[in-house]
């Protein structure tokens, strides 16, 4: 297909050289200790400066503060808007709450209220680590104490956690992801690559995790979950994605029986949350199924 043979944008969480030297060195005198120390950047997110143009929806939202019991972290919530019909919107990893803001602009324009927030050890939550199963308790505490929603928007991991939440629990009446990631166990061995790690380290990275969470990791796929998942979804994904492959989006589309796929061309993994088109596309889809 020629989805597979577009060039694609840079990461936009670039490794930095001096780290990737670092384990290019240490893999060749401990396995263990790379493994450890690997495992520890793998679920410690890179806090990120909010840029001036989400200044507009931070500064005006209502700002509360939410504690996840199950999870021992309290949660940073941004209220947007004012209505009956309520879009939860999650950031992706070493995102923010107002990273989908211009989503959240036209969704207020179209008379829906917004409600946002960042993820465990993210933002101005609690926190220094985290991961999928912790932003799938927040979810579901987010609608427990600010719910219902009608409709949500996740990109890249934040994609990933709402699929899951629907699984576990019927709380959405629809779904849009933007660029999700599907397979933890394909995420790892990127994570390991990018590290500058040889390939077997990245599956010494699966067992790690499957060890310490008592899980299979790739339970939680996209695409296999999206098999569970029995409402109206749209799987945004750019060919150009230099985070996570055109070819994640396609595999969660063809798992989910009520499903439609946009693919987009030159938008790679953030900047497509800025596309005026592309927003408007999201929220009709929403207006449309909610």
């Given at each position: 297909m020629i989805f597979f043979e577009a060039?694609?944008?840079?990461?936009?969480?670039?490794?930095?050289?001096?780290?990737?030297?670092?384990?290019?060195?240490?893999?060749?005198?401990?396995?263990?200790?790379?493994?450890?120390?690997?495992?520890?950047?793998?679920?410690?997110?890179?806090k990120f400066k909010t840029p001036k143009r989400e200044?507009?929806?931070?500064?005006?939202?209502?700002?509360?503060?939410?504690?996840?019991?199950?999870?021992?972290?309290?949660?940073?919530?941004?209220?947007?808007?004012?209505?009956?019909?309520?879009?939860?919107?999650?950031?992706?990893?070493a995102g923010r709450s107002t990273q989908l803001f211009m989503i959240a602009n036209t969704l207020l324009e179209k008379g829906f209220m917004v409600i946002s927030f960042d993820m465990?050890?993210?933002g101005e939550s609690s926190g220094k680590k985290t991961n999928l199963l912790e932003y799938i308790e927040t979810i579901k505490a987010l609608h427990n104490n600010y719910g219902p929603f009608c409709a949500a928007v996740g990109h890249s991991f934040g994609g990933m956690a709402l699929m899951n939440t629907q699984k576990e629990e019927n709380i959405f009446n629809c779904l849009i992801t933007v660029g999700s990631g599907d397979k933890t166990s394909t995420i790892l061995n990127n994570f390991s690559n990018n590290l500058g790690l040889q390939n077997k380290f990245g599956k010494k990275l699966r067992t790690y995790f499957e060890q310490k969470w008592k899980q299979n990791v790739d339970d939680f796929a996209t695409s296999n979950v999206a098999k569970n998942v029995t409402i109206p979804v749209l799987i945004v994904h750019d060919v150009n994605d230099g985070d996570v492959d055109v070819s994640c989006g396609i595999n969660i589309r063809q798992n989910l029986s009520n499903g439609k796929l946009l693919i987009t061309k030159g938008l790679g993994h953030t900047k497509i949350l800025r596309n005026k088109k592309i927003t408007n596309r999201i929220v009709k889809f929403i207006i449309e199924n909610s």
């Amino acid at each position: 297909m020629i989805f597979f043979e577009a060039d694609k944008f840079n990461s936009s969480l670039q490794v930095p050289k001096f780290v990737s030297l670092f384990f290019k060195i240490i893999q060749h005198i401990s396995s263990k200790l790379t493994i450890i120390l690997a495992s520890k950047i793998f679920v410690t997110p890179i806090k990120f400066k909010t840029p001036k143009r989400e200044l507009g929806m931070l500064n005006t939202s209502q700002k509360s503060k939410l504690f996840v019991s199950r999870i021992d972290k309290e949660i940073e919530v941004l209220s947007y808007g004012f209505s009956n019909k309520k879009v939860l919107l999650a950031h992706g990893w070493a995102g923010r709450s107002t990273q989908l803001f211009m989503i959240a602009n036209t969704l207020l324009e179209k008379g829906f209220m917004v409600i946002s927030f960042d993820m465990p050890a993210h933002g101005e939550s609690s926190g220094k680590k985290t991961n999928l199963l912790e932003y799938i308790e927040t979810i579901k505490a987010l609608h427990n104490n600010y719910g219902p929603f009608c409709a949500a928007v996740g990109h890249s991991f934040g994609g990933m956690a709402l699929m899951n939440t629907q699984k576990e629990e019927n709380i959405f009446n629809c779904l849009i992801t933007v660029g999700s990631g599907d397979k933890t166990s394909t995420i790892l061995n990127n994570f390991s690559n990018n590290l500058g790690l040889q390939n077997k380290f990245g599956k010494k990275l699966r067992t790690y995790f499957e060890q310490k969470w008592k899980q299979n990791v790739d339970d939680f796929a996209t695409s296999n979950v999206a098999k569970n998942v029995t409402i109206p979804v749209l799987i945004v994904h750019d060919v150009n994605d230099g985070d996570v492959d055109v070819s994640c989006g396609i595999n969660i589309r063809q798992n989910l029986s009520n499903g439609k796929l946009l693919i987009t061309k030159g938008l790679g993994h953030t900047k497509i949350l800025r596309n005026k088109k592309i927003t408007n596309r999201i929220v009709k889809f929403i207006i449309e199924n909610s």
